[in-house]
């Protein structure tokens, strides 16, 4: 992270309060309405773009990733809120945080950065822009299903703004990713980003593969039976991540007011077990040599083992897109478009050695992984629920791998009370409160998303 810090105090300060408290209801400020704060208008393009990317990074890796990892099971609450939240006990307030955040912090200052880049014929940066902001409304999207896009972002002109259906969400994220390459292939413009890109230093080539994985998830959650979406699905993954080097991910820093989020959680609350997660117990049984790299066995106490160090330490990454989820999708589609299982089981343990790759696995540990895992099922319908599954293990914390297991039922999870697990977020309670005219009524189980199905 500090290698954006020094753009600008204004920076410093947004970046602060980005890392700065990961168990507090609001973990920004509204900088972008502060009457105090700069014009959007003399902020530089280059000190917005490190805020958005650090403010996505800790979004998602923040109350998003608990969230969805209580819900799958990849976590398990031991004690106190996550306890409850283990056992779907969540309130509409939960979700105050996680949607404040959202919009304020990601959204409306990606707008303004978007806004200004194209006021300044900044292709590099509105190219950027709206790749995040793509990426964001999927997640958003994803999440919770209907959520305000087009009508928001009007400040006091319109303080309840209406919600774009799920599924016309889906359409603005395809029109800004198509406006995103076309910027990005035009020319830089006057400003280009460097080093306050945290995500990729700049580089137009990999946003642009960014862009195309985002597309291939949106066909991939549309894929069900669908032979089309599978085969569209795989040009886009052609035409995204090549390597793990091409990954999309925040890396933070190494100061406590820098600091991953899950690191900061664990810091300060520590009421979530790692090694006690079905998905733990599971892969400790099957000797999968990724556990000791998800968790921690030198911490241990009465909330179990700690957290791993590839995602737990102060400075670990924050995923979004990576290589080898593209690769699972691929293995997946490949079957979905009628292509053979032999094709597909390939492409499937090219997956797994890119993931445990991406980890620091050893070489021989993932051959002995590999050999005993990586033969796919003669049917389709099977041989498709073990990608999944293996693609679970991989998309570890990724609020992704939520929706994996929504569009495939892989791994089969049991409810950890009731009959049914959670297949959305709730909306807040502030919505219900200042926005009562716009919000359909939620549940955790209902309106499903749109390829919820």
């Given at each position: ?16 309060m ?6 507090k ?30 403010s996505l ?23 106190r ?9 969540f309130?509409?307030?939960?979700f ?33 822009s ?12 994803d999440c ?10 009007k ?6 703004p ?68 599978a ?93 080898d ?13 009628g ?31 590999i ?83």
């Open positions: 992270m500090n290698r954006f810090i020094k753009n600008s105090i204004t920076c410093i300060v947004l970046i602060s980005v890392a700065g408290s990961s168990c209801k609001t973990f920004f400020t509204k900088a972008n309405i502060d009457p105090n704060a700069p014009e959007p208008s003399s902020i530089v393009p280059s000190v917005l773009l490190s805020t958005v990317e650090g990074g800790y979004t998602q890796g923040g109350d998003f990733s608990r969230y969805t990892s209580l819900i799958t099971q990849q976590t398990k609450g031991i004690s809120q996550a306890e409850g939240y283990y056992q779907y006990t309130t509409s307030v939960d105050d945080s996680p949607w404040g955040n959202f919009y304020t912090s990601v959204l409306e200052n990606n707008k303004i950065l978007m806004q200004l880049a194209d006021s300044k014929g900044d292709n590099a940066y509105g190219g950027i709206r790749i995040l902001m793509a990426y964001s409304i999927q997640l958003g999207v919770w299903g209907s959520i305000p896009y087009s009508d928001a972002f400040g006091s002109t319109n303080l309840q209406k919600y774009d259906t799920d599924k016309a969400l889906y359409d603005t994220i395809n029109n800004l990713l198509n406006t995103a390459v076309t910027q990005l292939g035009a020319g830089k413009g006057p400003d280009a980003p460097g080093s306050e890109d945290v995500i990729f230093g700049g580089s137009t080539t990999k946003w642009i593969k960014f862009a195309h994985a985002i597309k291939a998830r949106l066909l991939m959650h549309q894929s069900k039976g669908n032979a089309a979406m085969t569209s699905a795989l040009s886009e993954i052609g035409l995204s991540f090549s390597s793990n080097s091409d990954n999309a991910v925040y890396m933070f820093g190494s100061t406590e007011t820098s600091a991953n989020p899950w690191y900061q959680f664990n810091e300060q609350r520590a009421d979530i077990g790692f090694d006690v997660s079905p998905l733990g117990v599971k892969m400790l049984a099957d000797g999968d040599p990724r556990f000791d790299i998800y968790t921690d066995t030198s911490y241990n106490d009465v909330n179990g083992v700690g957290m791993g160090p590839y995602y737990g330490n102060i400075n670990s990454p924050v995923e979004f897109i990576t290589y989820e593209m690769l699972f999708a691929k293995a997946e589609a490949t079957i979905t478009s292509g053979t299982i032999a094709a597909a089981q390939t492409i499937y343990q090219a997956a797994i050695t890119a993931n445990m790759q991406k980890l620091g696995v050893a070489a021989a540990d993932i051959a002995t992984y050999t005993a895992n990586g033969t796919l099922p003669a049917t389709a319908t099977a041989a498709i629920a073990q990608i999944a599954a293996e693609e679970y293990v991989a998309l570890y914390l990724n609020p992704e791998a939520f929706t994996a297991w929504r569009r495939t039922a892989s791994p089969a999870l049991t409810p950890v009370t009731g009959t049914n697990i959670p297949r959305r977020f709730l909306y807040p309670q502030t919505e219900y409160s200042y926005n009562k005219a716009n919000v359909a009524a939620s549940t955790l189980f209902a309106p499903k998303v749109f390829w919820d199905n």
